[in-house]
T-cell receptor, first 115, second 112 residues
Framework: AQSVTQLDSQVPVFEEAPVELRCNYS??????LFWYVQYPNQGLQLLLK??????LVESINGFEAEFNKSQTSFHLRKPSVHISDTAEYFC?????????????FGTGTKLQVIP | NAGVTQTPKFQVLKTGQSMTLQCAQD?????MYWYRQDPGMGLRLIYY???????DKGEVPNGYNVSRLNKREFSLRLESAAPSQTSVYFC???????????FGQGTRLTVV
């Protein structure tokens, strides 16, 4: 069985400060890794994903995540946050299970950017 | 592009009432999903449909039924609503096993 752990339920950070949102996963097989963002009263949107290749992946709005196989982690980082980054962030793992994409989500981390 | 469309956006039900949540996608995706989102619990899979004509139970299927009407549409039915089903419901779709899921805007359901 696969599982995802996001230890921090809330992360307050001042504007322009760096942030790291932690994600650890467990799985007995290779997985695909995703970060989704949810703005208030909206659905989830893909932020970035790791499928294979380079372990460092980047989004168009300055976030990056690094896949670390030995530590089974996929932490999300941004060197300087903006007010507009205030949202809830979900880490997810996906694997092929009987022909369908079995996706497991973490419990989410609320990022609060303080002016 | 509409993407994934859910209706309704909000609904209040009395205990014991029934209703159907509708979902449609226009991206020609094979797989569709229904999740519920509750505070502190992330998203939990209710039912999924790997392809047209197939449906399977997810993590929390009790009290729900689904229908994959065609490739575009995947509905979720509550036959006899209970207060424990108060939640935000999301429909999602994906093209394949290594691709991301696309989500609808959600349905906020309150059962009183």
């Amino acid at each position: 069985a696969q599982s995802v752990t996001q230890l921090d339920s809330q992360v307050p950070v001042f504007e322009e400060a760096p942030v790291e949102l932690r994600c650890n996963y467990s799985s007995s097989v290779s997985v695909y890794l995703f970060w989704y963002v949810q703005y208030p009263n909206q659905g989830l949107q893909l932020l970035l994903k790791y499928l294979s290749g380079s372990t460092l992946v980047e989004s168009i709005n300055g976030f990056e995540a690094e896949f670390n196989k030995s530590q089974t982690s996929f932490h999300l980082r941004k060197p300087s946050v903006h007010i507009s980054d205030t949202a809830e962030y979900f880490c997810a793992v996906s694997l092929n299970s009987g022909g369908y994409q079995k996706v497991t989500f973490g419990t989410g981390t609320k990022l609060q950017v303080i002016p | 592009n509409a993407g994934v469309t859910q209706t309704p956006k909000f609904q209040v039900l009395k205990t014991g009432q029934s209703m159907t949540l509708q979902c449609a996608q226009d991206m020609n995706h094979n797989s569709m999903y229904w999740y519920r989102q509750d505070p502190g619990m992330g998203l939990r899979l209710i039912y999924y449909s790997a392809s047209e004509g197939t449906t399977d139970k997810g993590e929390v299927p009790n009290g729900y039924n689904v229908s994959r009407l065609n490739k575009r549409e995947f509905s979720l039915r509550l036959e006899s609503a209970a207060p424990s089903q108060t939640s935000v419901y999301f429909c999602a779709s994906s093209a394949g096993t290594s691709t991301e899921a696309f989500f609808g805007q959600g349905t906020r359901l309150t059962v009183v």
